[in-house]
């Protein structure tokens, strides 16, 4: 456990008020301390919030929070915050079972006045409560906390665009730019000319100068408005932010305390207009491993802190997410067609890999998903095979230019959906839940679930063979089951499932994943002597009808597993049973999907528990269904 004397006396931001600045320095080399500990035993987000460090403990100590708001965008950089506002106690069960999200949540602290994992959301909220202070009369002050990362997606534009028409009151952005350095002569004087157009004695002169622009004509106002920004925008920068109606001040080190925290202060001061303060930092500062790291370890299981080394577990098989990449490689060799597009995912999507071997055929977007639908849309449109790799939940953002710009014109983009079903540590705002709903209700849509990498491969190479429609494929989070996969594996039969185990009572119609224990299912079901049939659908549009309705036939119950939400797989095996009339002669169906709930973050296999998909609990579906007195615990016994 590091050594924090100053830290220790803070339990939460109020006991920073009376700190002078080297003490808020002092503060804030402990809070990295136990940052690097605390994420050492947990693992999580580890370089954004080293980065941050100094700006938490400045922005805690200026602003009254949580009287005052401070919204983190994306909140994979709040660990620091957390430490500060009464979660010390519990930072150790960061991302655990039970324990602190790794993410602002509303319903953990007051500190937390918007829950977020998702990016580009902080302007658009910290507006809103803006608004709501206006409405109601009150004083306080809004802050959001947004990447230079985030910035690249079109949501932050459009708030910013409304800010000023919207809120008349103080609002403060800090954009947290982590892509860049100051060398220090030009960072020193930018410090110093940031102090200066923040602080009272020109914002005096300002309003003096507009009260002398109020008595000339509409045309010299405006050139003297004009003059006044351009003349700062040519020193500090900022005018683009100028024209969109804030007020601009940077660029400022967001590691030297002695400047920020007097900056913050005259900026929290600005009441006439919306305030941009541009804040330069270091992913990753004050951690040499992470220092030296291409991305900042970023994320990172627990680690060794002395020496930086991760404790990664050693797997027998690939993950889902390198065998998308490597297949993808193999087609491109052979089809010169083929581009991959990603939204600022590429290692989590497995697109770095293809980005090693195709630079020029690969597209990183920025966090901006719709741009990526529509952009690979366009691609499609001019005889190219876009495939677009998207995380299933980061999808959902882009949904309606899947509507509007792929499906209606039918055009053949791939969507390659990883982060299928549950992901664990990352919790309920990253699981990919709710795909097979929303892209299954698009018309003419071809969606696939891997069973195994083996399957994924078939159907990446089935995608790229589907040239009048769009199709879409998901996989999970983690490791494969360890099946050979094929040098070049042929494509599926558009539509057609597979058995894998014949059995004679039951028949269980396992889509994605859940195969392995829908298998195991079957060992326990034939354990209490009940014969079942496996049958791997692969396709969720269009639905193997044959298969299904011979399943409902020749069985006296149908089970189906999905890793999705309800309305997914199950209804539409229901919609086609029910349209066939194959309901009608008594079948026992039951579908088994991801309950009603937005599930807290634990490992994967807990989760799944919870969510009544594992072995014993498709078996005891079944025995249930056919009236064998049972509950889920018994089934093993």
């Known amino acids: 456990m590091p050594v924090t004397p100053l830290l220790d006396q803070v339990t939460y931001p109020a006991d920073t008020r009376g700190f002078d600045i080297p003490q808020l320095r002092q503060l804030a080399d402990e809070v990295r301390a136990e940052t690097i500990d605390a994420v050492s035993v947990t693992g999580g987000h580890l370089?954004?919030?080293?980065?941050v460090v100094e700006l938490t403990v400045a922005l805690h100590h200026v602003f009254e929070t949580p009287r005052d708001i401070l919204i983190w965008d994306v909140g994979h950089q709040c660990y620091p915050h957390k430490i500060l506002t009464g979660r010390r106690d519990r930072i150790r069960t960061l991302r655990q079972p039970g324990g602190l999200s790794g993410f602002t949540k509303r319903s953990e602290s007051e500190y937390d006045p918007f829950g977020a994992a998702h990016a580009s959301t902080s302007i658009s909220a910290a507006l809103g409560f803006a608004a709501a202070r206006d409405q109601k009369g009150e004083n306080n002050r809004v802050v959001a906390v947004i990447g230079d990362g985030s910035m690249s997606a079109g949501m932050a534009y459009e708030a910013m665009n409304n800010a000023a028409e919207t809120t008349n009151g103080q609002l403060m952005v800090i954009l947290n730019d982590n892509d860049m350095s100051i060398a220090p002569p030009v960072g020193g004087m930018s410090a110093y000319l940031a102090k200066q157009v923040s602080g009272?004695?020109?914002?005096?002169?300002?309003?003096?100068?507009?009260?002398?622009?109020?008595?000339?004509?509409?045309p010299f106002r405006n050139a003297a408005r004009k003059a006044e920004e351009y003349a700062r925008?040519?020193?500090?920068?900022?005018?683009?932010?100028?024209?969109?109606?804030?007020?601009?001040?940077?660029?400022?080190?967001?590691?030297?305390?002695?400047?920020?925290?007097?900056?913050?202060?005259?900026?929290?001061?600005?009441?006439?207009?919306?305030v941009v303060v541009h804040v330069v930092t270091q992913k990753g500062k004050g951690y040499a491993p992470a220092e030296s790291s291409a991305d900042k370890l970023h994320a990172v299981v627990k680690f060794d802190v002395v020496s930086g080394k991760q404790s990664k577990s050693v797997s027998n098989a690939p993950s889902y997410t390198?065998?998308?990449?490597?297949?993808?490689?193999?087609?491109?060799?052979?089809?010169?067609?083929?581009?991959?597009?990603?939204?600022?995912?590429?290692?989590?999507?497995?697109?770095?890999?293809?980005?090693?071997?195709?630079?020029?055929?690969?597209?990183?977007?920025?966090?901006?998903?719709?741009?990526?639908?529509?952009?690979?849309?366009?691609?499609?449109?001019?005889?190219?095979?876009?495939?677009?790799?998207?995380?299933?939940?980061?999808?959902?953002?882009?949904?309606?230019?899947?509507?509007?710009?792929?499906?209606?014109?039918?055009?053949?983009?791939r969507f390659a959906m990883d982060r299928a079903g549950l992901v664990g540590a990352d919790g309920a705002t990253h699981a990919g839940s709710f795909d097979i709903g929303y892209m299954g209700a698009l018309p003419g849509m071809v969606l696939m679930a891997a069973a195994d990498e083996a399957d994924l491969a078939a159907m990446i190479a089935t995608s790229l063979e589907i040239d009048d429609r769009p199709s879409a494929f998901r996989y999970p989070r983690g490791d494969g089951v360890g099946v050979e996969i094929p040098e070049l594996s042929a494509p599926l039969e558009i539509g057609k499932g597979r058995i894998v185990r014949e059995g004679t009572s039951v028949a269980i119609l396992s889509l994605g994943t859940r195969l392995q224990e829908s298998l195991k299912a079957a060992d326990l079901l034939a354990a209490r002597g009940v014969s079942a049939t496996v049958?791997?659908?692969?396709?969720?549009?269009?639905?193997?009808?044959?298969?299904?309705?011979r399943l409902a036939r020749e069985h006296e119950c149908l089970i189906t597993v999905e890793e999705g939400a309800m309305g997914g797989f199950g209804a539409f095996v229901l919609q086609l049973l029910a349209e066939k009339g194959a309901l009608d002669t008594g079948l026992k169906i039951r579908t088994l999907h991801l309950p009603d709930i937005f599930q807290d973050q634990d490992n994967p296999a807990a989760m799944y528990a919870t969510a009544g998909l594992n072995a014993d609990h498709i078996a005891a579906a079944a025995l249930q269904a056919m009236g064998v007195g049972t509950d889920r615990g018994a089934v093993r016994a």
């Open 233 to 274: 925008g040519m020193i500090t920068g900022g005018t683009f932010f100028e024209e969109l109606g804030f007020y601009y001040i940077g660029p400022v080190d967001g590691h030297d305390m002695d400047n920020l925290v007097p900056i913050l202060k005259n900026a929290a001061a600005i009441t006439d207009r919306p």
């Open 200 to 218: 009272g004695a020109y914002q005096n002169f300002r309003r003096l100068g507009k009260k002398v622009a109020e008595h000339m004509p509409r």
């Open 322 to 413: 390198k065998v998308f990449g490597t297949e993808l490689i193999k087609r491109a060799r052979i089809d010169p067609s083929i581009v991959a597009i990603t939204a600022a995912m590429p290692s989590g999507t497995g697109l770095d890999l293809f980005g090693q071997a195709f630079p020029e055929r690969t597209y990183d977007v920025g966090i901006a998903e719709q741009h990526a639908v529509t952009f690979a849309a366009g691609l499609a449109a001019d005889r190219m095979k876009p495939v677009c790799a998207i995380y299933s939940t980061f999808l959902q953002r882009g949904y309606d230019q899947v509507v509007h710009d792929v499906a209606i014109q039918k055009l053949p983009v």
């Open 47 to 51: 370089g954004a919030g080293l980065g």
């Open 535 to 549: 049958a791997d659908a692969r396709f969720a549009k269009p639905l193997d009808a044959d298969l299904i309705l």
